[in-house]
């Protein structure tokens, strides 16, 4: 089904229907349905921050698809050199059919989206990360199958991965406990995106709370890119949230990171190289869904 929307700066930016018809899409493909559908076409890349999933996913997805991807880093265009962003985002419009930008600041992911003519893609700022958010769904499908009966607590920190799968779980009729200290708590405007789609989020500072129901337990890292400064400060916080065998003993749960993983910190080593772990399909999966997701925006 064609998206009605020309951009996709976070998960809700899709109703359900379409949500769902991305998840279905990225499963066929996954399965080996017919995948070259961009011909010819070329998604520009840009990058403020490093990444291994996002880069790689991306890049092979656009050529699956029959497409071509460009790396476009700090060092490659004039993007914070002294050419304001608009500018940019309307030169890149001119030249490729979508650009994907992995930024810091997501006002600066609208601004490209206000200016660029062609579709925009969030592949994550300090806000949001929806292209995480479409493989954590998949992922729970295929491990549970009807996703709607699945519980998830989200045990950590209320970062930019959690704020989208929030929203994204209550598109797909997902019950969400949230557990963080109460000084790194997510925004109450994503409670309230949430809400609007008919599941309401329970919120709490006990993660041992969060997780006795749960039949996943999602976490990420407390110290995200360029929070360094804070790292001291967020370990003492985060105290008790670590993800590990005393904190799942008595529970079946299954275990998501969106890695990369801080083994040691907000999971140990034993959780990730468990058979609870689901970080490695997450992980796979960032490539179907986002193939999914370039095919329904530009096919």
């Known amino acids: 089904m064609p998206l009605d929307t ?3 700066l976070d998960i809700d930016d899709l109703t359900p229907a379409e949500l769902d018809a991305v998840l279905e899409r990225a499963s066929a493909l996954k399965a080996g349905a017919d995948d070259a559908q961009l011909p010819d076409q070329t998604l520009g890349m840009i990058f403020e921050k490093p990444s291994t999933r996002t880069r790689v996913s991306f890049e092979t997805g656009m050529t699956d698809l ?39 600041d997501h006002a600066d992911v609208e601004t490209l989206a206000e200016h660029a003519d062609c579709p925009v893609i969030n592949g994550l700022t300090d806000e949001a990360h929806p292209c995480q958010t479409l493989a954590d769904l998949l992922t729970i499908r295929e491990a549970f199958g009807d996703a709607e009966d699945v519980t998830v607590a989200w045990v950590g920190d209320g970062n930019n991965v959690g704020q989208s799968f929030v929203v994204g779980a209550a598109m797909a009729g997902i019950d969400v406990t949230v557990a963080t200290p109460a ?6 405007a994503v409670f309230d995106r949430a809400a609007d789609f008919g599941a309401d989020p329970t919120v709490t500072t006990d ?5 006795a129901d749960a039949d996943v337990v999602y ?11 804070e790292r001291e400060e967020k370990l003492a916080a985060f105290e008790g949230f670590q993800v590990n065998e005393a904190l799942l003993a008595g529970t079946d749960a299954q275990v998501m990171h969106c890695l990369p993983a801080h083994r040691g ?27 999914a997701l370039l095919v329904e925006l530009l096919a």
Do not use: C
């Open 265 to 291: 910190e907000e999971i140990t080593n034993d959780v990730l190289e468990s058979d609870r772990a689901l970080a490695w399909d997450q992980a796979e999966n960032r490539l179907h869904a986002q193939k």
């Open 6 to 8: 020309d951009d996709f």
């Open 207 to 211: 993660p041992e709370a969060a997780v």
């Open 66 to 104: 029959g497409g071509h991807a460009m790396f476009l880093g700090p060092d490659d265009i004039q993007l914070g050199h002294g050419e304001p962003l608009r500018d940019t985002a309307r030169v890149l419009g001119r030249y490729v059919d979508a650009v994907m930008a992995r930024l810091f």
């Open 219 to 229: 976490t990420d890292v407390w110290i995200s890119m360029g929070q360094e400064d």
């Open 183 to 188: 000084d790194y708590a997510m925004d109450e």
